[in-house]
């Protein structure tokens, strides 16, 4: 996934979190916003130091950039997504992930 389509700066994370919506299942939860002027979605990974060592959380990462980049034809963009990880996520593989993913992006209308 190239650069232009992560978030990467503490600010613009804390403010998905705090104006954006929130959706979550068992293994990840994500918070979006609508950004109208933006060309392109943008997305931030989050998976903390409870999941397990660095490697399993590397894992976890870049399971979900690839989830991305399967779908980023599909995905609406003009909007700023969060993805954190939940504790179930470290015993996923990337099929697994991949479809918890798209459960939540189509339960919010992003794709």
Do not use: C, W
């Amino acid at each position: 996934m190239k650069k232009k389509y992560r978030i990467k700066k503490n600010e613009e994370f804390q403010y998905v979190f705090r104006h954006g919506k929130s959706f979550a299942n068992r293994q990840l939860v994500i918070y979006y916003i609508k950004k109208p002027n933006q060309e392109h979605f943008r997305v931030g990974i989050s998976v903390g130091k409870k999941i397990g060592n660095a490697v399993t959380r590397n894992r976890i990462k870049r399971y979900l950039r690839e989830a991305f980049q399967d779908v980023q034809p599909q995905i609406n963009a003009a909007y700023d997504i969060v993805v954190i990880a939940r504790n179930p996520a470290k015993n996923m593989g990337y099929a697994e992930i991949k479809r918890s993913l798209m459960h939540l992006l189509h339960k919010e209308k992003l794709i």
